[in-house]
Structure formats: C-alpha cells, structure tokens
C-alpha cells in the first residue's frame, strides 16, 4: 500500500518545499540593554498582559486549588485505601510532594536575574537576536488562551534567556518544568524557584502520588491560565546538536485539558534557540565519551566564571507560530469519549488522543528544527569533517559557498550574511571556533592532535581527537535536519538494485528505520519523507524521476556524493555496534554494561588503524543504533529485575 | 415609593386570593358541564362564554403573523426618534418606550438603524404550490364531517415552526413545500376517522398544534410524494373533567397552554405546567417533544404531570386501562409516546395533574460577582434541594442585553435610585460591570413557607457572593422571556439574525461547556466571514439533581455574507457539536425533529434508535405519520 502511496500521492500533491516558509526578521535585543540602565532595566514597571479568563484570586489560592483538587484528592483516597495509611497522612505526602515541586516566582528575583544576566548575557554574546513578530504574536496568545512554551533544548542558558526575553519585553513569565539535578545546587535551586522554575523528579514511573501530584500541578495552572507553562520537549539537552526525540509525558498533561473541555483551546508555541558557539561544547564530547557530567554545584557555577571570558558570538531566537491544541485534534479525538466518567478520574487517553500526541510531539520538534538559525560555521564544519586531512582555504571557501547555495535550496534558515564576501564569512566562523578549526599555511583542518604529547598514551590521543571531532560534529549536526531526507535516499539510490522507484523506497525506507531514533524523522511518514527527498534532490537537479524510475541526473554526482558522506559516520558507526554486538560473547548483556563496551571495542578498532571514524564512539550513536535494533527485533531487550536490563544479542 | 408597592403587592394578593375562592364557587358549575361538553363534540364553535373562547382561531392568520413570532398586533419597532418601542395591548411592555434599545442594539451587533432589511409585506398566495389532493380521501372527511381547507393561506400557516430558517424564508416570500390539505378534527372520534380514511388512501399525515416547534419538525419532507394533511388539533380544546379528589383534569390534547391554565385557575387550579412558549403551544405538543416548564421544580416536567395519555395509531388507539399514579408494568408505554414527535400517531387526550392555586407568588432576584459564582450557587441550591418554583442565571451579556428593554422610567426618583444600586454594586461592593450576572427566582406557594424558603436561598447565594436585587428586576426578567421571541423579527428587519437552542448538562460541566460553546460560536463566525463579533450568551434555566438546563442565545449580524442562513446554519451546527463534545445532550426539551436527526445514532446508540425504530415500524409500517422527524 505504501508504494501505491507513492505513485499516486507523489503526483496528486506536488511537494511544496516545507523549509521555504517566509521567515520573520531577527531583531538584536541587547542593543537596547548595551545604551541603557541595566538596573533600570530590571526595576522598571512590570505589567505584562495575562490570559483574559484569569481571576487574581487564583494566583495565591493555587496551592490550595491542588491539594483540594477531585483529581488529587481521587488519587490520595486510592493510595490511602491501597496502603492502608491514613488519608491525612497521604494528604500531608502529597502537601510535601507539591512544595518540593512548586515554583515560588518572585517578582524581586526575576528583577535580580534581569539585573544579572543583562550583565551576563552582554559579556557573553555579540548579539542576541529576537523575532519580535514572534514576540507579538506570542503576547496575544497568551491573552487568548492557556500557552505553552516549547523551547529547543541545547544549553542550560535556554530557560534563562527565555524568561529573560519574556520579562523583557513585557510578557508574563513563564513557569518552568525543570530536572531535580539543579536541586543539588543549594542556593541557585531556590533562586531558580523563585524565577518560575518547578522541579520534577526524573523518574517516578510507578509513584501514583507523585505522578497526580505533578499532573495536577501542571494542569491547574494551564487550566486557569496561570502563566505559560514552558518545558523541553526533548525531554533534556541535547548533547550532539541534533534534535532528540520528543517524549510525551508532560505533552500529554497539557493537551489533556482540552480533550476534557476543560479549556477552549491551548496554545502550543515552538521556539527555536541558536547558538552560534555552546558554551557547554567540550563537556557535551566529553560526556557522548563516557566521562560523566559534572553534577550541578554552586561552586561549580562559581567556577565557570572563566567562560564569561570567551566570546560565544551571536545567539538566536525564533518564536513560532502558535500550534492550536483545537486544530490539531479536530476530527481526529472524540472529546465526548470523557462524557461517561467523572473527569477527576484518571482515565488512559485514548489510542486516537495518544496517536495524536506523540505525532504533534515530532511535529512540534520539527518546527523548532526548522526555525533554529544556521550559521556559516555549521557548513564549514561540515566540510571539514568530510575532510580530515583538512582542506586549502580557497577550496574550503568555493565549497561552502556551493554547500550554501544547497542548503538554502533544500530550505535551510542559513544566517549568511549577503553583502559580505564568501572569505570573510568563512573566516568569521574559523575565527570564533578557533578551538575546533585551525588554519596553517592556507590549509585548514580540524584541531586536532596528530602525534601523542609528553607522557600521553595512544588512547588518550584517540580520545582527545574524539573530543575535537565530536565537538565539531555538534555543529555539523544543526544542519542535519535541512539534508537528512535527501541525505538518506543518496544512500539509498546507490544501495538499490535498481533504479525502480520502489526499490529505490524500499531501500530508503529501510534506512528511514534505521536512523528513525537518530534524526526526526516523524512517525509513519516515510512516504512523504521518501516524495520531499525526491522533490529537493530534483528540485536541485542531482536526480530526474519519470514514472517508474529514479536516476542520477549528470549533474548530480557531487550532491550525491556529498549528501553520502554526510550519512556516512553513522553508517560506519552503526556497523561497529552491530559488529560488536555479533561478536559480544556474553549471553546476558546487561543494559549499562552495553555503552561501555561497544565503546571500548569501536576504540580498539580505532587504536588498530582499522577504524578511523571517531564518531562511532559516541554514546549517543551507540544508544541510537540498539533502540533501531530493538525496534527491528534484531535484539530483544528482558527485563530480569527492575534494575538491570540485559540485552541479548540475536544478529 | 416603598409604601406605593407595598399597596399594589396587597391589591395584587387579595386580587389572586379573591380568585381562588371564586374558583372553589365555580367548581360544581363545571362539574355539571362536563358532560355538556362532551356532548358538543361536533360543533364548530363549542362554547359561547367569552371567558372560556380560545385562544387561537381555526383561522390563525387573523390574529398571527404569518412570517414571525406572535401575535400581529405585537411587535418591536424603532420609531421615527430611533427609540425601541413594543406595540399592542397584551404585554406589560406593550406601548411602552425602550430608551436604551436602540444603543444596546447598534453596539452589540454592529448595525444601524439605516440599513434595513423589511420582510415581503404580505403573503403571495400565487407562490404558494397547488394542492395534491386525494380526491376520496377529501370527501369521506366530508362525509364524515371532518373541517377541512386547502386555503394557501392556512397551508402555509402549517409548514413551519420557528426555526430561523423557516422565518427567514417566509420574510423573503420563498415558500417551499406546504401542506396539501389541513384538517381540524374536533374530537378523539374524528381524529380515529382520519387516521382511518389516512391509512385507506395511504395519506401522509402530519400533527400540528400550535406551531412553535424549533426542530424543523414541521416542515414538510422534501421527498415525501403523497399528499401531505396538516392535522390541525386547535379545535379539541376542551377540558372534559376535573377530578377534585384525586387532583387530575382530562383535556383534549390540542388546547394551548394558556387557555389550559386559565380555565385551570377559574376553578381555582393550575397544572403549573409554563413552558416559554405558552402562549401557543399546546398540551399535545408538549407530550409529543417531552416539554419542560419554567417551574418545573414545583410542578414537574411533563413527563412528571402525564398520568394517561390517549393516541390514535395507524395500529388503533393506545392507552393504559387505568390512572394509577404508578405502575410496574413492563417499559412505560407512555414513554414511546412522549417525545415521539409525531412520528406515530396523534395525541388526543391527556390527564394531568393540577394543583389548588398558590396562595402567594414572590419574583426575587440575585446579582453575582461573577457567573461561575452563580452556577456554584445554584449547584447548591440544587443541593439542598430547595430550589424555588424556577431560578434562572443569567450571564453578564444578557443581563445587559435585560437592561436594554428597560422601558423608560417614570420619575427621576426611580432612575436616581437604579443609579444608586448601580454604584451600590459595582463601586462599594466591587463588582465589575462586565462579569456580574443575575439570576432571577419565583417563589410560590403559602405566604409563610415563601418567606422562609426566600431567606434560604438568600443565605446560600450570600456564601457565594450574591447580593438580593430586588423583586423587580426578577418579576422583569420572566416578563421578558414572552416578549423576548419577538425580538429576534426586529433583528431580521436590520440584518440580525439569531436563534436560541438549549442542552441539559452535569453539574461538573456547566461552566466549561457554557465557556466553550460560547467561544466556539464567536469562532466560527469569525472564520465565516462575519464582520462585527455575534452576541454569544447563555444562562442556566433549569436545575436538576445531577446537572441542569443550559440555554443559548446567539446572533449576529450578516451585513457583507454572501449566504446568511447557511453560515448561520453551520454555526449552529459546530456549537451543538461543541455541546456534544462537552458532555451536554442532544436536546433537554426542544426536541430532535429533523433539525439534530444527523446525532441521534450518537445520542441514544445504535442498538437505541433501533429500538425506536422498531417501534415505528410496528406501530406505523406505511409511515403514515411521515414527518420524518426524530428517526
């Protein structure tokens, strides 16, 4: 049915390129902080426009408003009842519970931070650009209906700068879902509490308390248009520069209150934040290698200080168009489905609602995917990863001005500027990223280590590549979302048999499985992936399609080639974990034990020259290509004890 | 002042009192009539005594309009100042001046007085398609001394409710598919012999009674073939007994309501039964769509007052063979009857219960800060189970849209104090003008449990905020609800259009649903082209144990619309999906008709309209009452 889908489909609906979208301009919002008082700034009149359905009384009343909520005070008499304990014992849990979760906005804090980040921010970036018809639009909706704030997730200065864009430009402030590990910071903890911030546990599967306690939380303040709710839909940062994949959990809290009409509609807001360097780049490679994160510590706040020497360049943020909730499931749930149970109690959404949230989850990713910046450095970077042996300065310029004019075809939103000549842009880049990239005698190549230092081992040197490459790959990995769908059916048009169009899909779809936990690539939507591939790579003119078949066109080898290469370190890296996979001996593999291990055995092909793909070494890769293989049952995951998954390997 | 209304409220108690005990003098008089009556079967014109002449003629179009609400002598204008004003005699609004109207009017819809849109003036008989006639059929009914008329006139009188669409067509002088014949039987006899002579000559037969449907249930079926009889039941209008001991009256079905309750309260009783539509409706037409009262609380919905029904089927007469107050005896057949719709046969006599007169009536009403105090309020109320005869909760838009049809104020003094209360609420007790709602209250029954029961309520709506108003604020707000539905004909001549539809919901839904059926409207209008924002508003009517009656009103303005009725239509139709989405029901006492035929599977289940259907078809195989309504 799918490849009749093709046939029909692709010639009925001719693609309009998704990516070619009118954008808005980018206004530099520090312009203004770097001419005025910043103190000024943040002691200046506050008065932001709030949902029109809100009563003041339930600012203060909504602790009360959740502890006396039915849908709580359900859930505290079915504990009570299951574990025997007395209702004012679980109700006093569940007071606990709220208050270890609550935001405690403060207006006096969120001043403070404006005073301080003002100070920071400003040291910190050139500019911090802004679309303020975005802005506007953002403002509005959140005086017509609930909004929720869904900002990409790639730096912990995310939900800083969210809320303070919103407090600058006079919006209400945002309260925010964030992770217990900024609760190991003391004092910064209860400072971001008081900016908005509640804190979640990350993990409470089982817990039915702490789940009600939370949801209700989260829908009381939707429902009475509190203040824009605002969480990561990927769920984390992400430490590579590729989106994750969204999880579900708190996206289906919010739009539960519309599938039980308890509100009109919900506004879901996709906002994409750019940055031109992260300031946590070295740390992410680290991490992706195995070396754990630093855990969350004020004196380790304290200590990296010494970033706010380096300059990070210019950041961008693009807030979308509202996602109406309403329109999203018009025709598709049946909200009279919650007419025969009292709403209060907790009912399992149905498949239709569920469907419908996980497909507007990647949806949503998408649109954050396609709103984020890209910046010169991101092709450039590209290049030379391509490139290891490093490339003449003209010949890295001439491609990334042919690699530009790609990217801006296939719909990427490139921040290129237009007056300035190709070198200049080029060398901008290599300039802010001098860590990444190092130019020698005309010759550019990646900074990295050729021979070992004093007293460093080989596998040291290894790692210490691993780092320069994976560094750069997070920026390769920006652009990924403007090239995937091509990128894939390159690899598929050479793997084909033929040059049959549903062999070639058949290929392409294999592949679109493969890497579906790699890249977004949204659920049950190869086919229209498989047609917007078809169209962008015709559309540049790398293949011609006729009815049956698709060729290569003659002009078409160096597109081709390049959209492989870019395929082509998780090609190899996926191979690597198979081939470990197939040569782990040990019956019962256990889930932690998997990472460590496929990394130490892609090192040892690395260290024995037969390797020289340093990607395969990423942690994220590795997790990536064992989720593709569970899904296409090649490994089966059992679960033994709660604790401790093993994998067992049945390639 | 104060000692002025105490006077005329001591007039009044002692006018109703003196009624009552008339009434009790009467009763043995009426007692002896009844068999007169039943004697005077036959005879065209049934009684001489003026009090007892019916309200509504054979000939309706000598006292109603043909192409809107009510009587002719009754409507709204805008006079040559600009000033609203209702005309006639009946109303208590009727000849006064509505100062404010004309503003409220312009700046809710966005209209002027300048741009008018007047209705075709007068009937063209010519446009009114010949009758297909049953040749036979008419003269057997001859024979048979049935009345009978294919006047186009009387035919189109009977194809049509008071739909908007209905009433938008008439006033633009399109007439679609009417009657072929309309026939008055005068007695349960004649209603048998029509039915008879329907199933010989396989005649398709519609009841009509008093015509105020609001479900195109009495538009005739575009692809019905046969020739359509209009049962007009107006003529069997007599009440036939009145039983004292066990407090039940038998009437013929197709008296209206008022002339019911009138007759009722010259014996010194009531059936308490006053749906808004009194004035017209009659007693077999509220058995036919399940008709609720204002002061059901009291008196019950019909479904509570019925205690024997008679219906004429194409299979024979149904009936039960006694009135017990109760019975185990299998489905209650009456319930295949009551809203049934007309889809199988003609109601024509009823039993009901009636209840002495109330020795003492009180209006009361209630501001509230906001609406979703009053609903908590009322959900209370309903708690307690102490609901007055009625309680109706007004939103913040209607209470303006009641302030509007003020009439003018007699002396500066009353206007000083209405601007005293004014500032009394919003500026000392802070309520904000545009969220306060009102509810307006009936109380009835003896003077001293009324008072009690009054200061009840009061307390409970004092927890939540309410502030007592005022008697005449509520004795306006029910005044207005009779006067209310000749509005939306002034609407119509300024490019307004609108519509009222209503739902039964919980209790945990109200507010949800009011919110968002509202909004729902004001989207989808604005989505269609509308220019200017519709009035979109609601109140709650009726409380119920476990929920209540929501009803809507909404219009707009279609100045620039390509096709006004059909936008009108669709937003209709996305509001009552809204309604269905939030958990209200299909309908709480409208009916189905044809107009919400398209839920019905949804609304009772597959295996439930089966059910139904199976009922039709035993009953009526030949689909002799071929309304297509409900099913």
Known sequence: STRRGIATTGRLNPKVNPGLKKRDELEDMLEERRRSSDARHALRCYAPAVYKGLAPREVSALRGAVLQSDALQHVIGQVSAECGERRELVQEEAAHLLDEMAHRLRLGTVRFFAYVLSKVFKTLFRSVRVNEEGVQRLQQAIQDHPVVLLPSHRSYMDFLMMSYILYTYDLALPVIAAGMDFMSMKVVGEMLRMSGAFFIRRSFGGDKLYWAVFSEYVKTMLRTGYAPIEFFLEGTRSRTGKSLTPKTGLLNIVMEPFFKGEVFDIHLVPVSISYDRILEESLYARELLGVPKPKETTSGLLKARQILREDYGVMHVYFGHPVSVRSLAQGRVKRSQYNLVPRHIPQRPCLAAQALVGEAAFRLVRLQEQAMVLRPWTLVATLLLQNPDGMDLPVLEEQAAWLRRLALSFGAFLDWPDCKPCREVVGAGLALHKNLARVSGGRVRLAVAETPGVGQTAEELAFDRAVGVLSCASYRNQILHVFIRPALLSVALRTANSSRKDEVYTCFNFLWTVFSNEFILCPGASVQDFEEACYLLGKCCAVQESQQDIVMSEGGHATLAFLRALLDPFLQGYQVVCQYLCKETEENLRENKFVPAARNFALQLILAGTLKCYEALSSDLQKNALAALVQLEAVTKVKVIPTQKPVHARL | ?631
């Open chain 2, 1 to 631: 002042m104060a000692s002025n209304t105490d006077i005329s409220e001591r007039q009044r108690i002692a006018a109703r009192r003196l009624r009552v005990v008339a009434g009790h003098l009467q009763k043995c008089v009426q007692g002896e009539g009844a068999g007169v009556s039943a004697q005077a079967c036959k005879t065209e014109t049934p009684r001489s005594s003026p009090a007892k002449a019916t309200s509504v003629p054979k000939r309706r179009q000598d006292i109603m309009k043909w192409n809107g609400w009510g009587y002719s002598d009754s409507r709204f204008l805008f006079n040559k100042k600009g000033q609203g004003e209702f005309t006639g005699k009946r109303y208590r609004l009727s000849g006064m001046i509505l100062p404010s109207l004309k503003d409220w009017f312009e700046a809710t819809f966005g209209t002027s007085l300048q741009h008018k849109t007047p209705a075709t003036p007068t009937l063209n008989v010519s446009a009114v398609p010949p009758p297909n006639l049953v040749e036979p059929f008419v003269e057997e009914l001859k024979v048979a001394g049935v009345a009978a008329s294919h006047d186009p006139e009387g035919r189109v009188f009977r194809s049509h409710g008071h739909c908007l669409h209905e009433i938008f067509a008439l006033r633009e002088g399109r007439i679609g598919r009417v009657p072929d014949l309309v026939v008055w039987p005068n007695c349960h006899n004649d209603v048998v012999k029509i039915v008879e002579l329907a199933c010989k000559y396989n005649v398709c037969l519609m009841p009509y009674g008093g015509g105020t449907s609001v479900s195109s249930a009495l538009e005739c079926p575009l692809e019905e073939t046969r020739s359509v009889v209009s049962l007009d039941t107006s003529q069997m209008n007599r009440i036939l007994w009145i039983d004292e001991k066990n407090l039940t009256v038998h009437v013929e079905a197709g008296i209206i309501g008022q002339d019911l309750e009138r007759q009722l309260n010259e014996s010194g009783y009531c059936t308490g039964h006053e749906p808004d539509s009194m004035e017209f409706s009659s007693l077999g037409g509220w058995v036919a769509t399940r008709a609720s009262g204002m002061k059901k609380n009291i008196y019950g919905n019909i479904e509570d007052l019925v205690v024997h029904i008679k219906m004429v089927t194409p299979r024979g007469v149904i009936e039960k063979s006694c009135q017990g107050p109760r019975m185990s005896t299998g489905p209650d057949i009456h319930h295949f009857i009551m809203g049934s719709e007309g889809t199988l046969g003609v109601v024509t006599e009823v039993t009901m219960k009636i209840r002495p007169l109330p020795e003492y009536q009180k209006y009361g009403s209630i501001v509230f800060p906001n609406f979703q105090q009053g609903v908590s309020c009322l959900r209370e109320v309903a708690r307690q189970r102490c609901a007055p005869a009625s309680i109706r909760l007004m939103d913040n838009e209607q209470f303006q849209f009641g302030h509007a049809l003020k009439p003018q104020v007699s002396s500066i003094f009353t206007s000083f104090l209405d601007g005293l209360k004014k500032f009394y609420i919003t500026k000392f007790k802070g309520f904000e003008p545009h969220h306060l709602c009102v509810a307006t209250l009936l109380f009835e029954g003896d003077r001293e449990k009324v008072l009690q029961h009054e200061k009840q309520v009061y307390d409970i709506a004092a927890k939540f905020g309410g502030l007592a108003a005022g008697e005449d604020n509520g004795q306006r707000g029910y005044m207005l609800t009779f006067v209310i539905a000749y509005l939306r004909d002034l609407g119509m001549d300024y490019y307004v259009i609108g519509e009222s539809f209503e739902t039964s919901v919980p209790w945990d839904r109200v507010l949800d649903l009011c919110r968002n059926v509202k909004e729902r409207i004001v989207r989808e209008c604005k989505e269609r082209g509308v220019q200017f924002p519709p009035f979109s508003t609601c109140r709650v009517t009726q409380t119920y144990d476990a929920g209540a009656c929501v009803y809507f009103y909404f219009a707009f303005n279609y100045r620039g619309l390509a096709d006004p009725l059909h936008v009108y239509e669709r937003v209709e139709h996305e509001a009552r999906e809204e309604i269905l989405a939030n958990g209200g029901s299909l309908s709480h006492h409208h009916g189905v008709g044809k107009l919400r035929k398209e839920w019905m599977r949804e609304a009772v289940s597959t295996v439930g309209l089966g059910m139904l259907q199976s009922v039709k078809e035993y009953v009526d195989p030949n689909n002799i009452f071929g309304n297509r309504n409900l099913l």
